[in-house]
């Protein structure tokens, strides 16, 4: 038995001799790594083994032999020192050697983070430890990282995981992220800046694209109602285009405006309508201009010391929108529709006709008094067998909807991109086919320096639509008799007197408005020091709306009619702002400081005039001014608007349990009243998180506090 195995191994070692022994004549000249490791392979029995992300595909290989070992060519090929190698038997393992000097520059490595299925994860933050460098990772959970130095500590940051610190070693990284159970590292948008719901002492909510993206509404207040602690929001009419009442913490005054400052993407959006006359689905909110499947989250500040930093304007709360951005990754297209219809499911329980007019008889009788033809024509008059539920017959018809959503991404570490295109489409209930029409472009470049130094963000939100309805709110007329004629035998409108209307002529009548947004800004910002960045922000926002109401004399009762007429509003505003900042931050054994401060130009113009036309020789000409007999102006408005602040915060925290809030904002506004034209606002918050002492580390019961 022994002697059977010492032959073995002698075979095998002359075998392997005789391989290694084995000469290669090659000439290969300014060659990839690939086509050198294909001829070899191609002229030998040797089969090559290495990671392509490893393999630096600039270099070029030059190789010349003759009837030469394989030792020597692999000598040859890899004299440049930046690969290693390893023979066993016929098998060469290449891997890229790791550089022993600390401050020296590694090639460029491979991130890859899996979630806890083994999943790649999108959209990963990965920033480096002192120094500005920040990747992100693509569609495929890979990021390609590029200067950096073994040793460094790459920290990879996530919402909804624990986040990771790795120390680089030149080796491509693979990383697992844990999911965090808690919400209280979840990174909230604060008033300049960023914090964690752990580390923040205002009251913020949150609410995120998961949340809003799958609603099928198409106004962002739609798709925060009820999403949120202490907002209330509720519809004006429930119509399409319609506005919303919006409440933070109840209301703050009696006769003046409650409702909060609006930010998108850091520029001050009013709210104000642009409306010269109303509808039937009220005063329409120039935020439903925005396409809620284009935001990426909506963070709702509170109380003082949330919203101080924005002084007078945040006094009713501050909700700061922050619409979607470019990953980088290969280029991504998505598509997606709903496409449905809603109705109107609770309603009254009303009376039909056999027992609304047996109680209309018995008012009569208890009011001793004999019903007549003028008084009661629901009792004499009209067909007694006859109803109508005109809750359905108003308000009953089905709505239908549809949305049509399709967005392209993509770009590097250093540029990404975003474009997103939408149309909407909102039926109503009410009789006929009117509907509210939207189509929204959204586009968002950012880029940024190798070093990571400069940084330039800009983003464009465009959206125009259409609002076909009716100049009045049929559902008041929900309680008419249930007999009630609606035309007479010609087929015309019947009318009774001048008491009653006839609400399907009201279907007459026309409401349409015609609305168009934009919405631009760009952020810049450069590292001065990795404690001290400047920043400046740009931003434009520009609204128009066209209305034209047409109230033919068809939708008139004749006894009241004094023609046809038609009411033209034409509303236009614009506004633009820049805001410097300067951020340091500093950190020091247990402490670290943060330090805010900037300033605020903004300036701001509306106007808008309303006129009346009579006279008109034909109903179909009511849309048309020049038609008119008389034009009369109605109204006019100009305002003018000017703003100029200067605001700053301090924040401290010490071994993260105790924390202090400095904010403040000067305000100087032309709508502040004569002699007090300047105003200041401040707050103080502390916080202490008691859960993080000793004596309450190990405990069991509380988590935190």
């Known amino acids: 038995m022994k002697i059977k195995i010492y032959l073995m191994l002698c075979l095998l070692s002359y075998f392997g001799q005789a391989a290694a022994a084995q000469n290669l004549t090659l000439t290969v000249t300014n060659a990839k790594f690939q086509q050198v490791v294909k001829e070899i392979e191609a002229h030998s029995k040797y089969r090559f083994i290495y990671d392509p992300s490893e393999i630096d595909n600039s270099t070029l290989y030059t190789v010349n032999v003759v009837e030469k070992t394989i030792?020597?060519?692999?000598?040859?090929?890899?004299?440049?020192?930046?690969?290693?190698?390893?023979?066993?038997?016929?098998?060469?393992?290449?891997?890229?050697?790791?550089?022993?000097?600390?401050?020296?520059?590694?090639?460029?490595?491979?991130?890859?983070?899996?979630?806890?299925?083994?999943k790649p994860i999108p959209g990963v933050t990965l920033k480096v430890k002192n120094k500005p460098a920040v990747f992100g990772t693509n569609e495929e959970g890979k990021a390609t990282l590029t200067g950096l130095a073994t040793g460094d500590i790459l920290v990879v940051l996530y919402i909804g995981y624990?986040?990771?610190?790795?120390?680089?070693?030149?080796?491509?990284?693979?990383?697992?992220?844990?999911?965090?159970?808690?919400?209280?590292?979840?990174?909230v948008v604060i008033g300049y800046g960023t914090s964690t719901n752990r580390n923040n002492l205002g009251s913020i909510s949150s609410v995120t694209a998961k949340d809003l993206e799958n609603q099928p509404v198409i106004d962002p207040l739609a798709a925060l109602q009820g999403r949120?602690?202490?907002?209330?929001?509720?519809?004006?009419?429930?119509?399409?285009?319609?506005?919303?009442?919006?409440?933070l913490r109840g209301a703050n005054s009696l006769t003046s405006n409650n409702t909060p400052l609006y930010v998108v993407d850091g520029v001050p959006f009013t709210d104000e309508s642009m409306n010269q006359f109303i509808a039937a689905n009220g005063r329409q909110n120039p935020l439903a201009m925005i396409n809620p499947k284009d935001i990426e989250r909506i963070d709702i500040l509170k109380d003082a010391d949330a919203t101080a930093i924005y002084g007078s304007r945040g006094a009713n709360g501050v909700v700061l929108i922050t619409t979607k951005?470019?990953?980088?990754?290969?280029?991504?297209?998505?598509?997606?529709?709903?496409?449905?219809?809603?109705?109107?499911?609770?309603?009254?329980?009303?009376?039909?006709?056999?027992?609304?007019?047996?109680?209309?008889?018995?008012?009569?009788?208890?009011?001793?008094?004999?019903?007549?033809?003028?008084?009661?024509?629901?009792?004499?008059?009209?067909?007694?067998?006859?109803?109508?539920?005109?809750?359905?017959?108003?308000?009953?018809?089905?709505?239908?909807?549809?949305?049509?959503?399709?967005?392209?991404?993509?770009?590097?570490?250093?540029?990404?991109?975003?474009?997103?295109?939408?149309?909407?489409?909102?039926?109503?209930?009410?009789?006929?086919?009117?509907?509210?029409?939207?189509?929204?472009?959204?586009?968002?470049?950012?880029?940024?320096?190798?070093?990571?130094?400069?940084?330039?963000?800009?983003?464009?939100?465009?959206?125009?639509?259409?609002?076909?309805?009716?100049?009045?709110?049929?559902?008041?007329?929900y309680n008419l008799a249930p007999n009630y004629y609606l035309y007479n035998p010609d087929g015309s409108y019947y009318w009774f007197g001048t008491s009653l209307q006839n609400p399907y002529a009201y279907m007459e009548r026309t409401s349409v408005s015609k609305s168009k947004s934009l919405l631009a800004n760009s952020v810049a910002s450069y590292q001065i020091l990795p404690e001290l960045e400047a920043k400046v922000s740009f931003g434009y926002n520009l609204k128009s709306m066209d209305?034209?109401?047409?109230?033919?004399?068809?939708?008139?009762?004749?006894?009241?009619?004094?023609?046809?007429?038609?009411?033209?509003?034409?509303?236009?505003?614009?506004?633009?702002?820049?805001?410097?900042?300067?951020?340091?931050?500093?950190?020091?054994?247990?402490?670290?400081?943060?330090?805010?401060?900037?300033?605020?130009?903004?300036?701001?113009?509306?106007?808008?005039?309303?006129?009346?036309?009579?006279?008109?020789?034909?109903?179909?000409?009511?849309?048309?001014?020049?038609?008119?007999?008389?034009?009369?102006?109605?109204?006019y408005q100009f305002a003018d608007y000017s703003y100029r602040s200067f605001f700053g915060r301090i924040s401290y925290n010490f071994d993260n349990k105790y924390f202090v809030n400095l904010s403040g904002r000067r305000d100087g506004s032309t709508r502040f009243g004569p002699g007090n034209k300047y105003g200041d606002f401040g707050a103080v918050g502390a916080g202490w998180i008691f859960s993080n002492e000793d004596f309450l580390k190990n405990n069991k019961v509380l988590s935190f506090g």
């Open 228 to 247: 949120a602690t202490g907002v209330m929001i509720s519809s004006n009419s429930g119509l399409p285009g319609g506005g919303f009442n919006v409440q």
């Open 162 to 187: 624990k986040t990771q610190e790795i120390k680089l070693d030149g080796n491509n990284v693979s990383v697992v992220l844990t999911p965090d159970l808690s919400k209280l590292d979840e990174v």
């Open 547 to 635: 209305q034209v109401q047409a109230l033919p004399s068809t939708g008139f009762n004749p006894a009241l009619a004094t023609g046809a007429q038609a009411s033209f509003g034409f509303s236009d505003y614009n506004s633009y702002i820049v805001e410097p900042q300067l951020n340091y931050t500093k950190s020091f054994g247990k402490h670290e400081v943060r330090v805010l401060l900037g300033g605020t130009w903004q300036e701001g113009e509306t106007n808008g005039h309303y006129l009346l036309g009579t006279g008109y020789a034909s109903d179909s000409q009511l849309d048309n001014m020049l038609a008119a007999g008389t034009l009369r102006v109605n109204s």
């Open 325 to 477: 951005r470019g990953q980088a990754g290969s280029l991504k297209v998505d598509f997606g529709t709903n496409v449905g219809a809603s109705k109107a499911v609770k309603t009254l329980e009303m009376l039909n006709t056999e027992q609304f007019l047996e109680l209309r008889r018995e008012g009569f009788a208890n009011d001793n008094n004999t019903p007549t033809a003028a008084n009661a024509p629901d009792l004499l008059t009209w067909n007694q067998t006859d109803y109508n539920d005109w809750q359905d017959r108003l308000y009953g018809f089905s709505a239908p909807f549809s949305n049509y959503q399709l967005s392209v991404s993509g770009g590097s570490d250093q540029v990404k991109y975003l474009f997103s295109g939408s149309y909407n489409n909102q039926g109503d209930p009410l009789p006929g086919d009117k509907s509210y029409n939207r189509v929204n472009g959204a586009f968002n470049i950012s880029t940024q320096s190798k070093n990571g130094k400069f940084k330039l963000n800009a983003s464009v939100n465009y959206a125009t639509d259409k609002n076909n309805t009716v100049p009045t709110d049929l559902a008041q007329y």
């Open 71 to 118: 030792d020597v060519v692999l000598k040859q090929l890899f004299k440049d020192g930046k690969l290693k190698y390893q023979t066993f038997e016929n098998t060469v393992v290449v891997k890229r050697k790791n550089t022993t000097n600390s401050d020296a520059v590694q090639n460029a490595i491979t991130v890859t983070v899996l979630d806890e299925t083994n």
